[in-house]
């Protein structure tokens, strides 16, 4: 997502996070600002913290992996 001012958004930026990190779930936000998570199960938050929180419980082993990414290239 790319403002009026052709920049990058924190929230598409969140998107991309995300979705890289959980790539069995398709992340979206919808017009009412409720991020969506739909993969082995349907999760709704109200926020990216809360989604974020809610796809780690949800899927565990996705966040062990985005974590040994992350310290494999320290």
Known sequence: MINANH???VQAVML???ARIF???RITVDDQ????AK???????TSCDLLAQALGDADPDAVERAVHKLHSLA
């Open 33 to 36: 600002g409720r991020w969506i």
């Open 7 to 9: 920049t990058i958004t």
């Open 16 to 18: 991309t996070m995300l």
């Open 23 to 25: 790539p069995a779930w």
């Open 39 to 45: 993969g082995p199960t349907h999760v709704i938050a």
